[in-house]
């Protein structure tokens, strides 16, 4: 899998939207941009995943740039409880390579 | 709540020890996969099933094993345990295994090593 950078932190106001970046500069053409969250020791949670067109569902929405070497996710109007690690991920699919690999991922801090 | 039930949330035990971990996926999901958590290493995968066979093998150290049953339900056996394996341990399912689709994770086992 290609591998991801993310910024370690960022900070966004209650009710603004937050834009996390994610660079993935090595992405083939079968792989997609996936996007977790981790809430302080929770299980990680699902946002949303696209392959090279931008994607929005009731959580985010994700902006891939033409080339795909890089995305952002959008949490249109950040609340308090989107405080957590954002973990992008980049996956092929088919094949035998099912796993997610995580890295460090970016932690979101809500500010009231 | 994603579904997917692990037990038990906490345990504490010796070194030396074994424990086994369980996992049950949500209803309709075939395949199981487990991750480890500690504080240094962040998030590591372990293994996968998929409909009761091993389909990809992570960081998984030989004193751990695992299995997924006819009903799907999966354990995660850890044997001689170091206080290194002091970690919280996620399962989680998806429908198929092809690589694609999301992940749900449970809330985790949290292994205390003394």
């Known amino acids: 899998d290609a591998k991801t950078t993310q910024p370690t932190s960022m900070d966004c106001a209650e009710g603004r939207a937050a834009n996390l970046p994610c660079n993935h500069s090595?992405?083939?053409?079968?792989?997609?941009v996936y996007w977790y969250r981790q809430i302080h020791s929770q299980g990680p949670q699902y946002i949303i995943h696209?392959?090279?067109n931008n994607e929005t569902n009731e959580m985010a929405s994700l902006i891939i740039t033409e080339d795909r070497k890089s995305s952002t996710l959008i949490l249109p109007h950040a609340t308090l409880r989107d405080t957590a690690v954002y973990y992008c991920?980049?996956?092929?699919?088919?094949?035998?390579?099912?796993?997610?690999?995580f890295g460090k991922g970016t932690l979101l801090t809500v500010n009231p | 709540d994603s579904g997917v039930t692990q037990t038990p949330k906490h345990l504490i035990t010796a070194t030396g020890q074994r424990v086994t971990l369980r996992c049950s996926p949500r209803?309709?999901?075939?395949?199981v996969y487990w991750y480890q958590q500690s504080l240094d290493q962040g998030l590591q995968f372990l293994i996968q099933?998929?409909?009761?066979?091993?389909?990809a093998k992570g960081n998984i150290l030989e004193r751990f094993s695992a299995q997924q049953f006819p009903d799907l339900h999966s354990e995660l056996n850890l044997s001689s345990l170091e206080l290194g394996d002091s970690a919280l341990y996620f399962c989680?399912?998806?429908?198929?295994?092809?690589?694609?689709?999301?992940?749900?994770f449970g809330e985790g086992s949290r292994l205390t090593v003394l």
């Open positions: 989680a399912s998806s429908v198929g295994g092809d690589g694609t689709g999301e992940l749900f």
């Open positions: 090595t992405i083939s053409g079968n792989e997609y």
């Open positions: 696209g392959l090279k």
């Open positions: 991920i980049v996956r092929s699919s088919g094949g035998s390579n099912y796993k997610l690999t």
């Open positions: 209803s309709g999901d075939l395949s």
């Open positions: 099933y998929y409909n009761g066979e091993e389909r």
